[in-house]
């Protein structure tokens, strides 16, 4: 691993937390041991990757700080539904790098972004891939991977009208 997928790491796992979603202290001790390993230079990271089993409860605050020292502090928008659409857009960016795999991806947009924004037309076809995918067996005659492959283009379409969309 690289210092910058190293960097790349943290960052996700810091967009996670503040988007409410729940992080371990093992996955945090995990990812600041790979930092470590990966040359990023910061105080409280050789802390953080030292932490003991019983020393877990102090992994979240020493994240944190770790967090603070690379100057990487994110707070999602107060705004419900603006923070329902960047956990959207988020969520479609590691789609279309490949950092999240798009059956998942898809149904967190499905189940955390859309049914709390009421299925807008902007997500729609993310969200039927995501209920095929659910409903999917061996028995159709569309493949996984066709369904798949849809959730990645729709994802890429989703990206590109990013900037011309309303404001959410």
């Known amino acids: 691993?690289?210092?910058?997928?190293?960097?790349?790491?943290?960052?996700?796992?810091?967009?996670?937390?503040?988007?409410?979603?729940?992080?371990?202290?093992?996955?945090?001790?995990?990812?600041?041991?790979?930092?470590?390993?990966?040359?990023?230079?910061?105080?409280?990271?050789?802390?953080?990757?030292?932490?003991?089993?019983?020393?877990?409860?102090?992994?979240?605050?020493?994240?944190d700080q770790v967090m603070e020292e690379l100057g990487f502090v994110f707070e999602p928008p107060a705004d419900e539904t603006a923070a329902r659409w960047e956990l959207a857009y988020w969520l479609a960016e590691q789609i279309a790098d490949g950092s999240l795999d798009p059956a998942t991806g898809a149904d967190m947009i499905w189940t955390?972004?859309?049914?709390?924004?009421?299925?807008?037309?902007e997500l729609e076809p993310i969200v039927s891939c995501a209920v095929a995918l659910d409903d999917w067996n061996e028995d159709w005659s569309t493949p996984r991977e066709e369904i798949t492959s849809d959730v990645i283009r729709a994802v890429h379409e989703l990206l590109r009208n990013r900037a011309s969309a309303p404001s959410h």
């Open 112 to 121: 955390e972004a859309a049914s709390e924004l009421r299925y807008p037309p």
């Open 1 to 63: 691993m690289t210092e910058d997928e190293a960097v790349e790491q943290l960052k996700m796992l810091a967009r996670s937390r503040a988007f409410g979603r729940p992080v371990g202290s093992d996955r945090l001790i995990a990812a600041a041991l790979d930092a470590l390993v990966a040359d990023v230079d910061t105080p409280a990271l050789p802390v953080l990757a030292g932490l003991g089993r019983r020393e877990e409860p102090e992994a979240s605050e020493l994240f």
